[in-house]
């Protein structure tokens, strides 16, 4: 199965910001929507924010909204982006990259409902 890559994360100062790539151009079915999902040591893996395939529709968890901007350059969403700023401690966090092939915007936050995932990048925020 192909796999979204991600890219962008590394070690940043609190306060910083990184930007996340994830590219699923090899994938040969366009996705309903692509996600990024985030696990921290010792926790389950938690939704963070998702766009639709047309890119109007945006969702974000409470812990990041406001902070975090996710956008896609192509209606395929075969490329998205997390803009992450005003990093904080706690977003510190492995961040994988995610496709829906079929979901509703109800579901769209839950990790069950998607079909492919990336490997995922590193994002270590130091105090």
């Known amino acids: 199965q192909v796999q979204p890559v991600e890219s962008g994360g590394g070690l940043v100062q609190a306060g910083g910001s990184l930007r996340l790539s994830c590219s699923a151009s090899?994938?040969?079915?366009?996705?309903?929507?692509m996600s990024w999902f985030r696990q921290a040591p010792g926790k389950s893996r938690e939704f963070v924010s998702a766009v639709d395939s047309t890119g109007r529709y945006l969702y974000y968890s409470d812990s990041v909204k406001g902070r975090f901007t996710i956008s896609t350059v192509n209606t395929k969403n075969s490329l998205i982006y997390l803009q992450m700023n005003a990093l904080k401690p706690e977003d510190t966090a492995v961040y994988y990259c995610a496709g829906t092939l079929k979901t509703t915007r109800a579901d769209i936050r839950k990790e069950l409902n998607y079909d492919f995932w990336g490997q995922g990048t590193q994002v270590t925020v130091s105090s």
């Open positions: 090899e994938h040969p079915a366009a996705p309903y929507a």
